[in-house]
C-alpha cells in the first residue's frame, strides 16, 4: 500500500516561500512518476508540477514556471516542492500525487494515489 503524507503548508505574505514536502511510504520510490497538484477554495482541482522517476525530467504549469521547483530524494522517499515569489492567487490546498505510469504526470487522470493535502495560504 502506497502512502502519501504532505507538510510544510502554512500562511507567509506575498512574496514568501514555503516548502512544501511529500514522504512516501510502501513501494520504492523510484517506481513512480510524482507531481503536485492544488485546489483553490471554489475551484476544481489542478496541476501543478510532475517529475520523472529518477528527477532529470521536470514540467511546470505555466502559473508555476520560474517561481516553484520540484525535487525528489529517492533515497529518503521524499518529493518536494519549493514555492517562491508566492501569490494570493496561490492560496490552496497542495496535493502530493504518484502515478506507475512512465510519463510525466499532466492531469489527474493518471494518478494512481493521492496524499491528504496541505493547506497553504498566502496573505495580501
Known amino acids: 500500500q502506497v502512502q502519501l503524507v504532505e507538510s510544510g503548508g502554512g500562511l507567509v505574505q506575498t512574496g514568501g516561500s514555503l516548502r512544501l514536502s511529500c514522504a512516501k511510504s510502501g513501494r520504492t520510490l523510484s517506481n513512480y512518476v510524482m507531481g503536485w497538484f492544488r485546489q483553490a477554495p471554489g475551484k476544481e482541482r489542478e496541476f501543478v508540477a510532475t517529475?520523472?522517476?529518477?528527477?532529470?525530467?521536470?514540467y511546470y504549469a505555466e502559473s508555476a514556471k520560474g517561481r516553484f521547483t520540484i525535487s525528489r530524494d529517492n533515497a529518503k522517499n521524499m518529493v518536494y516542492l519549493q514555492m517562491n515569489s508566492l501569490k494570493p492567487e496561490d492560496t490552496a490546498v497542495y496535493y502530493c500525487?504518484?502515478?506507475?505510469?512512465?510519463?510525466?504526470?499532466?492531469?489527474?487522470?493518471?494518478?494512481?494515489?493521492w496524499g491528504k493535502g496541505t493547506l497553504v495560504t498566502v496573505s495580501s
Open positions: 500525487a504518484a502515478t506507475r505510469s512512465p510519463f510525466l504526470i499532466r492531469t489527474g487522470n493518471v494518478v494512481d494515489y
Open positions: 517529475i520523472d522517476q529518477s528527477g532529470g525530467r521536470t
